[in-house]
């Protein structure tokens, strides 16, 4: 059970694989092209879903304008800049372009911020969230809801860019041949109020030449092939890979979020698992949209232009996960359900198949003790990866012990995928002309001995942790 508990922190670290329960993407409409570098911040704070792609000129709503406030109250409050008197000046608020500027001000004007005092329009001015077109600010015209957002995520990103603030993130500098390669070591998850990133984090996303992943998020064909794997193609379902009872537990567990059970039958167990597990680590932050790092850093350089490359192949993480024993799957299909249920609040017969499968000791105190402090661990390391602290991440996630576990799927995590990103950082590096690029893979892969830094440190290469600013 002990080398179980490890598998989500793996995972969580290690993973590219996209959750089978996550959000399908909404077809993107045409959006101003000014508003193309608003888009991935906007989305991972959660000022706005999908719905963008089809709304984004027509007129903000109320309902909009009160999620657009409330995110940008809530990101404020954690800069715990010194709280103001509020005025005593009563603004309109309304669906204007002005109404907008004072619903948004008045969650700024709470603190003591440089200039706040000049008042909306001002101090709106004044830190890149109003912008006019030449002729003015047209304060009286109505506000469309791309503009709205394009204010509140401007407001965010100036406020958190004055003072210092921002996610870092684990990151690192390697140097060749005339190359530069920034290595950042991501974890696949949204949670601990990850955005918004630190400026400096965002000018290298930006002033990369190219960002390499671990996989191609915008491969089409690629994630069709995935989703194929996800799947039983040869008329099986997943009731006749798992016991009855763990099946049932599945479909009660999946009904929850919304999925049928033909719907939830076609899925394999290790890809339920990985759903599963994914869940387990987000937390009452975690945005609406629930944008993993990975993802945005891609949105991020997409919506840029920036070049785009990957390490690995979807079919290549998937059969990772294909060729796990079919006992394996089932236990980690267990795992992944023990993770994201209340033990207090499930059902006698819920307990009873989980047991079947992971045994007496997963209900024991120690163990579910051992669960709670293993979702600790994971807020831990995302601490340590806002905050750029390598060794204490280190510390936290000891791959060491990882690769000495005899668990299947570590060596198929780590081992056999390690020196392929090493080799894929050489390369990099060796090539012609003097170039910058940013390579994203989870956290993972880049420490420990067989991890991507160590592995061009022995090549010759000089890697250093990046100076926090």
């Known amino acids: 059970m002990k080398k179980l508990l490890a598998l989500v922190l793996s995972l969580c670290m290690a993973g590219g694989i996209t959750p089978v329960l996550a959000a399908e993407e909404t077809k993107a409409q045409p959006i101003p092209a000014w508003a193309y570098g608003v888009l991935a911040d906007g989305y991972a704070m959660g000022l706005f ?8 000129n027509q007129t903000v709503t109320r309902e909009q304008m009160e999620n657009l406030t409330q995110v940008v109250g809530e990101k404020l409050a954690l800069l715990n800049v010194e709280q103001r008197a509020p005025s005593e000046e009563s603004l309109v608020i309304d669906t204007t372009r002005g109404g907008v500027v004072n619903a948004l001000y008045q969650e700024a004007a709470a603190y003591a911020f440089p200039g706040v005092e000049e008042g909306p329009e001002a101090f709106m001015t004044s830190v890149g969230a109003l912008a006019g077109d030449g002729n003015g600010m047209a304060l009286d015209r109505p506000c469309t809801w791309m503009e709205a957002a394009t204010m509140a995520d401007s ?137 993993a790092i990975d993802m945005y850093v891609n949105a991020k350089a997409v919506n840029a232009g920036i070049a785009i490359d990957a390490v690995e192949t979807y079919a290549f993480q998937g059969g990772i996960f294909d060729g796990l024993s079919p006992e394996y799957q089932e236990v980690y299909l267990a795992s992944g359900l023990l993770m994201i249920l209340d033990p207090d609040s499930m059902s006698q017969q819920t307990k009873d198949a989980l047991t079947a499968v992971l045994g007496e000791e997963a209900f024991e105190p120690a163990t579910q003790e051992a669960l709670q402090e293993e979702v600790a661990q994971i807020g831990a390391m995302m601490d340590t990866w806002k905050s750029r602290d390598v060794e204490s991440f280190d510390q936290i996630y000891d791959k060491d012990a990882i690769l000495n576990s005899d ?31 940013l390579l994203v893979v989870g956290a993972g892969h880049m420490v420990g001995e067989t991890g991507v830094v160590q592995g061009l440190k022995d090549l010759g290469y000089t890697v250093e942790v990046v100076p926090a600013p």
């Open 49 to 56: 879903g999908d719905e963008i792609y089809t709304q984004h």
């Open 155 to 291: 407001l965010i990103l100036n406020l958190y860019d004055q003072q210092n603030a921002g996610s870092l993130g684990l990151l690192w500098k390697a140097e060749g041949n005339g190359n530069t390669l920034y290595l950042l070591g991501s974890i696949h998850t949204d949670r601990n109020n990850v955005y918004p990133f630190h400026k400096q984090l965002r000018d290298i996303i930006l002033n990369a030449e190219q960002v390499t992943f671990e996989l191609d998020f915008n491969d089409q064909a690629q994630i069709a092939e995935f989703a194929a794997m996800q799947t039983y193609a040869d008329g099986t379902t997943l009731a006749d890979h798992i016991s009855p009872e763990l099946y049932q537990v599945v479909v009660e567990t999946a009904a929850q979020m919304g999925m049928d059970e033909q719907t939830i039958a076609q899925y394999k167990a290790w890809a339920l698992a990985n759903s599963f597990s994914s869940l387990a680590t987000m937390d009452e932050t975690t945005s609406s949209n629930a944008m």
């Open 407 to 437: 668990d299947e799927l570590n060596s198929k995590l780590f081992t056999d995928r390690d020196p392929g990103m090493i080799a894929y950082a050489d390369e990099y590096l060796k090539r012609e002309g003097s170039h910058t690029g």
